[in-house]
T-cell receptor
Framework: NAGVTQTPKFRVLKTGQSMTLLCAQD?????MYWYRQDPGMGLRLIHY???????AKGEVPDGYNVSRLKKQNFLLGLESAAPSQTSVYFC?????????????FGPGTRLTVT | EDQVTQSPEALRLQEGESSSLNCSYT??????LFWYRQDPGKGPEFLFT???AGEEKEKERLKATLTKKESFLHITAPKPEDSATYLC????????????FGSGTRLSIRP
């Protein structure tokens, strides 16, 4: 099992450009999440999904959009990148059943917006 | 509002010097407290889930305990490879599908 994978690993964007980050999981988990991690701020939830075809806003959703067309994939889009979106982005999945709510994280995408 | 506070922010220990990391939480009905390890440049790695006060979990040199207001991650005779940032997170009844993370404790073990 690969677990949770993320592409790309690194990306540099110019202000105003757009991009999509892809997250894939092979554990058949229902729940998936996108976080950003900044120094001194900890992990902050951007958007999440409780199942295929569903999405919901987290703590810091502005400037991001998401889609979950397939159970195993969760996409994070930046329509018009801003320097404030420079961060490390982590995707996570969770079984959310049988009392198991722990999350399994991908390796992260380091995004720089200039 | 659910909150998680971890202390200290950073901890430097000598190899073999045991210590504890603290996670204080405020949550409306705990449905799970989680510990993760994060190495530099990598995603968090799940360690333990604790569900109720008095519960304990162990893994190698790590032992997690839980009370009604806080959790401790005890590290016994640590080795340099235990150096990492340790994150605590909670899920409460009011959090719905969300997990609330603390800012972490950066642990450094000197050989």
């Amino acid at each position: 099992n690969a677990g949770v994978t993320q592409t790309p690993k690194f990306r540099v964007l110019k202000t105003g450009q757009s991009m999509t980050l892809l997250c894939a999981q092979d554990m058949n988990h229902e729940y998936m999440y996108w976080y950003r991690q900044d120094p001194g701020m900890g992990l902050r939830l951007i958007h999440y999904s409780v199942g295929e075809g569903t999405t919901a806003k987290g703590e810091v959703p502005d400037g991001y959009n998401v889609s979950r067309l397939k159970k195993q994939n969760f996409l994070l889009g930046l329509e018009s990148a801003a320097p404030s979106q420079t961060s490390v982005y982590f995707c996570a999945s969770s079984p959310w059943e049988g009392g198991r709510y722990e999350q399994y994280f991908g390796p992260g995408t380091r995004l720089t917006v200039t | 509002e659910d909150q998680v506070t971890q202390s200290p922010e950073a901890l430097r220990l000598q190899e073999g010097e045991s210590s504890s990391l603290n996670c204080s939480y405020t949550v409306s009905g705990l449905r799970g407290l989680f510990w993760y390890r994060q190495d530099p440049g990598k995603g968090p790695e799940f360690l333990f889930t604790l569900y109720s006060a008095g519960e304990e979990k162990e893994k190698e040199r790590l032992k997690a305990t839980l009370t009604k207001k806080e959790s401790f991650l005890h590290i016994t005779a640590p080795k340099p490879e235990d150096s990492a940032t340790y994150l605590c997170a909670v899920r409460g009844y009011s959090s719905a599908s969300k997990i609330i993370f603390g800012s972490g404790t950066r642990l450094s073990i000197r050989p």
